[in-house]
């Protein structure tokens, strides 16, 4: 063993590789040959694949179709005029206008039922046990309504999928309607939405093509059948779950009723449930020997054509690798190039080869100036490290100062003062605490409040401030200080060169894919291509003119070269915009949904 690594070490890197190429040629034939005889497993796991590309979007289907319910029984519990009608049922037992309360309950439900085609019927059963059922009242009893109100009162409001109690072709959405206002949290009803499987079932394989002839779909929470609703060997179905072969890459290939059949089983992981599909195995497989063969002729040509050229192509790219070995030793010896290889131009040649010869050339050139470069480098580092220690302020003896010159003017009665003491140590606390560049709009809001109140302070009635924001802005995430630069450039450019009244807005609103921001005031404009013109120096930024282009290119930066800021007139107003894609707050809805 010793001998043959001694022997192969010893070898050019030409001949290495020739080497292992021609042994690497003959594992393909051996690997061919054991290939032959696999083949017939190779087959089913390709099988599988297809049919199980196809189940993966029938489960898409089913986990997309589910959450859209789930979704819409969300709408419903915050729904208004579901609240207060609740609320109302819940408090008043004994008012003359509960009978109109239900009804406005059961007419609200109307606009709820149609947004699926797979919802059946829409139960509301209150707290007194009576219900408010869109649809026929009769599905619900499909249901252990008694052992659904438990769960649904463990989950405090989120939502559960369950079965009926006998295998059927529906299944059922349950979560409880807590009471929203002031976040009593009180249980109002039960919502109950009662869900045609079948239906979607049948929709899903027709979508994903799998839908065929002799074939059967069962699905299956734990060892009991949820679907359908007629028995498909379930003691096999059952044992199938038990033995957890319902995991990734599973299949079978068993013989049922004398006939053989395709397994695939898998799981729907958003309800927890399993499904098991079958599929007659016979006709799929009478072509297989015709594919060997194919295989066989396809294999032998490839290997002849391979053996051909390999020789004369590795001798083509070696040859140049000689030159590059000789440019090295030449350069480590100080000796000029011979001919061949200093009239070789690899200039134009995008391989590696030409990458290799270039990068080479490039490096002997620039040795002096990199050691140079790294040396200035350091100097530099050195040189900025002393200043930034130098500039370093303490921020506690910043805030037990500030601090101190609040409680002084509490003390005198300076209100003025120590309001804007406050908003003034909240400002350097926001920006020089944390690390996140990402962070909720009510942090950014309150940067925004502490510096509107600072400037109120400073120009009196002369300044005018409204915000307009959407109702609930807890899923609404921006870069840090994104807004209040903006106000403040307004501020500068509208008054301070003036004693007229200046109006500032902020306002954000929620469009289709995006939420927008617009700061606008009255007493400035803007001129055209604003941005370009600071860049290239046409304009010299004053103020917070840096600012702008900062957060322009952090915008670009976070969100793609689709954002950044935008700036027109309108009216009698200067208005700066951006925009902030709601895709990225997903993360964050989800983990208040489960709240």
């Known amino acids: 063993m010793k001998g043959c690594t001694f022997w192969f070490n010893n070898l050019s890197l030409y001949k290495k590789i020739l080497t292992i190429f021609l042994l690497a040629l003959l594992a393909v034939c051996i690997t061919f040959l054991i290939s032959i005889r696999i083949l017939t497993s190779r087959y089913n796991e390709e099988l599988y694949r297809t049919n199980a590309n196809s189940l993966n979007h029938v489960t898409t289907y089913l986990e997309s179709e589910i959450q859209l319910i789930q979704s819409i029984s969300y709408s ?22 509960r009978a109109q309360a239900r009804q406005e309950i059961y007419q609200q439900l109307y606009s709820y039922v149609y947004r699926s085609k797979y919802i059946k019927t829409i139960n509301i059963i209150l707290t007194d046990g009576t219900n408010i059922c869109m649809g026929s009242s ?13 769960t649904i009162s463990d989950l ?52 994903a093509g799998s839908l065929v002839e002799n074939s059967n779909f069962i699905l299956m929470s734990g060892d009991k059948r949820i679907y359908p609703a007629t028995a498909f060997h379930d003691a096999y179905c059952a044992e199938i779950i038990a033995d957890g072969k ?3 890459n599973a299949y079978l290939i068993s013989t049922l009723d004398n006939k053989k059949e395709f397994i695939i089983t898998s799981h729907v992981p958003y309800v927890g449930w399993d499904y098991i599909y079958f599929r007659d195995y016979d006709p799929l497989f009478y072509r297989i020997q015709l594919m060997s063969l194919q295989i066989i002729i396809f294999t032998v040509f490839i290997i002849f054509i391979t053996a051909t050229y390999v020789n004369l192509i590795f001798r083509h790219i070696f040859r140049h690798l000689d030159y590059l070995i000789e ?17 070789y131009d690899y200039e134009n040649r995008q391989d590696e080869i030409g990458q290799l010869h270039r990068s080479f050339d490039e490096m002997t050139h620039s040795v002096k100036v990199l050691r140079d470069e790294n040396y200035d480098k350091q100097l530099l580092l050195r040189d900025s490290t002393i200043k930034m220690l130098q500039q370093q302020i303490n921020p506690h003896f910043l805030y ?31 920006s020089i605490a944390g690390q996140k560049d990402i962070i909720p709009l009510e942090d950014e809001l309150d940067v925004l409040d ?54 500032i807005q902020v306002i954000i609103e929620e469009m289709e894919n995006d939420y927008e921001i617009r700061v606008s005031n009255t007493g ?72």
């Open 76 to 97: 419903m519990i915050g729904d208004p005029i579901l609240q207060d009608n609740l609320v109302f049922l819940a408090e008043k037992p004994y008012s003359n206008r």
């Open 138 to 150: 009769d599905e619900i009893l499909k249901f252990d309504l008694r052992e659904l109100d438990k």
């Open 156 to 207: 405090k409001g989120q939502a559960t999928w369950a079965p009926g109690i006998e295998p059927g072709n529906d299944t059922v959405c349950a979560r409880q309607i807590l009471k929203l206002k002031y976040l009593n949290l009180k249980k109002l009803a039960g919502l109950y939405i009662t869900v045609n499987m079948e239906r979607m079932i049948e929709d899903g394989l027709k979508s």
């Open 246 to 248: 319902q995991q990734e």
């Open 327 to 343: 440019k090295i030793q030449k350069f480590g010896s100080g000796e000029s190039l011979a001919c061949d290889v200093k009239c």
């Open 400 to 430: 037990n100062t500030l601090d101190t010159i609040n409680w002084m003017a509490q003390k005198y009665g300076a209100e003025d003062i120590s309001v804007m003491v406050r908003s003034l140590g909240n400002l350097f606390r926001a």
């Open 450 to 503: 502490n510096y509107i109140r600072i400037q109120e302070i400073r120009f009196k009635d002369r300044l005018h401030f409204e915000l307009k924001t959407p109702e609930n802005i807890t899923q609404i995430f921006v870069p840090k200080f994104c807004i209040q630069p903006l106000v403040e450039n307004a501020l500068k450019h509208a008054m301070e060169d003036t004693d007229e009244i200046c109006r």
């Open 524 to 595: 400035s404009r803007f001129e055209s291509d604003l941005l370009e013109k600071i860049r290239h120096k046409e304009i010299k930024p004053q103020g917070s003119g840096v600012g702008l282009t900062n957060i322009h290119s952090r915008l670009k930066l976070l969100y793609g070269d689709h954002y950044g800021l935008k700036f027109y007139n309108e009216r009698d107003m200067a208005v700066v915009m951006l925009s902030i894609p709601k895709e990225k707050e997903i993360s964050y809805v989800e983990t208040d949904d489960c709240r």
